[in-house]
């Protein structure tokens, strides 16, 4: 971000406050069509006015709640620090730009531009009201945060994660397909975890008919943990009536397959932003084979099994200039296994 003095703050006094708004937009829900937003306000000396969040569909955004906990007025000639470009349209509330020109601010600093195509345009209806507005403080951090929200708001369609657990040698099953358990306790309650922070969970007909999964989300005592993710069933193959997924939580969604994006658009227009795969290889490499993997969450267990159950099956790749490269996201331990996750290379 450049020109820093034209909101009359210093860029290590604009570093903390965004980082501040990033810290406090952890506090929001993380499923969901609307995005994780923090602000943060502050007076021409740098001293915090009022903080706010955004706490899901239907409430505040997160510059309105601080707004809020400030006497009229009180705002007058503030810099507003916020993780997203302020929204320009109405939805369940009002525009947030609409709120900051009428509180009279002086200037706002945000980090991601607002891709949406109806709540774009915050930044130029500041400036058109005299506000000074700059973009892009800790984009690359900022960006990172609300990587599965601009994924559905750039795309049209949820941010994909495909889980697999494994041996060192690439399998997932032993030759008979038995699987369980292949990694220990402590990297299957993370996957619990996982799966309780996305909207839906997605495996195939021949997983559902193989091993009978609840596909809940689960605490280490076997409990139903707060959130639940709603089971998604790929296939055309006829589940029986006693199948455990059809005693969830949620209201199982069912489809063919035989249209990948038509389904993540689908899911999309119901609300649903982030999809964990935990499907065999067949839905796996389908997924990967189109395209339409952002994230790979990957256990290693230090085991070898060989035989015929790998992981992914074709992946459409046919020469070595073809193969899938991913960068490293993260790599961590757990117990005696290996959590790695990694996002597609881009260039």
Not at 121 to 130: D, I, Q, S, T, W
Not at 202 to 216: R, S
Request: charge should be neutral.
């Amino acid at each position: 971000m450049s020109n820093n003095a034209a909101v009359g703050l210093d860029r290590p006094v604009l570093h903390t406050a965004m980082l501040r708004a990033l810290e406090l937009a952890t506090l929001g829900a993380a499923t969901g069509v609307n995005p994780r937003v923090g602000c943060v306000i502050m007076n021409a000396h740098g001293d915090t006015l009022a903080e706010g969040w955004h706490r899901g569909a239907g409430t505040r955004h997160a510059e309105v709640d601080a707004l809020s906990k400030l006497d009229p007025g009180a705002a007058r000639g503030s810099t507003v620090v916020v993780t997203l470009e302020p929204c320009n349209h109405v939805g369940r509330t009002g525009p947030c730009a609409l709120a900051l020109i009428e509180a009279d601010v002086a200037s706002v600093v945000y980090s991601v531009t607002d891709p949406g195509e109806h709540s774009c345009g915050g930044a130029e209806r500041l400036r058109a009201a005299g506000i000074k507005v700059q973009g892009g403080l800790l984009a690359e951090e900022g960006e990172s945060f609300l990587c599965d929200w601009l994924v559905a708001a750039r795309l049209g369609r949820p941010f994909v994660t495909l889980k697999w657990a494994s041996s060192l040698d690439g399998r997932a099953a032993a030759a008979d397909g038995s699987s369980r358990w292949i990694t220990g306790p402590a990297a299957r309650l993370d996957v619990h975890r996982r799966r309780a922070a996305c909207d839906t969970i997605l495996v195939g007909t021949g997983t559902v008919l193989a091993d009978d999964p609840a596909l809940t989300a689960r605490d280490a005592n076997g409990g139903l943990l707060a959130r639940q993710p709603v089971p998604v069933v790929v296939g055309r193959r006829e589940l029986p009536a006693s199948a455990a997924l059809r005693n969830h939580p949620q209201q199982p969604l069912f489809f063919d397959g035989l249209d990948l994006s038509g389904l993540l658009a689908d899911l999309h227009g119901r609300g649903l932003r982030s999809v964990f795969i935990e499907g065999g290889p067949t839905v796996a490499s389908a997924f990967v084979a189109a395209g339409l993997v952002d994230e790979y969450l990957i256990y290693l267990a230090p085991t070898l099994i060989g035989g015929p159950r790998l992981a992914t099956t074709d992946l459409g790749v046919s020469t070595i200039g073809e193969q899938r490269r991913l960068s490293i996201h993260s790599l961590d331990r757990l117990g005696d296994d290996i959590r790695l996750v990694a996002r597609p290379l881009t260039t």
